[in-house]
């Protein structure tokens, strides 16, 4: 069985609305040093194990359904979990 949290995030060139209001908020409570914000998704998958490869599922689930790759990139980490 696998562990797979996928990270997504709003491509560097996309424009973040909440990121910028959350930025604003943190500078009106005196968080000065923070210079940016970007907010994003995080997943959790538990995937049973397959014939097919790991990363070839996360991929397509990723470009399928997970991301928009138009304007969100995404990473992924595979943990191999061993059943108890």
């Known amino acids: 069985m696998y562990k797979v949290k996928v990270y997504v995030t ?3 060139s996309v424009l973040d609305p909440q990121g910028s209001a959350v ?4 500078h009106s409570m005196e968080y000065t040093e923070v210079s940016d914000v970007r907010i994003g998704k995080y997943m959790e998958l538990m995937i049973e194990d ?5 990363d070839t599922i996360v ?6 359904l997970l ?3 138009v304007i969100e990139d995404y990473r992924y980490e595979v943990e191999e979990v061993v059943a108890q």
């Open 50 to 54: 397959s014939t097919r490869d790991i």
């Open 23 to 26: 930025k604003k908020s943190l």
């Open 67 to 69: 991301a928009n790759v």
């Open 59 to 64: 991929k397509e689930m990723c470009e399928r």
């Open 10 to 12: 709003l491509r560097e």
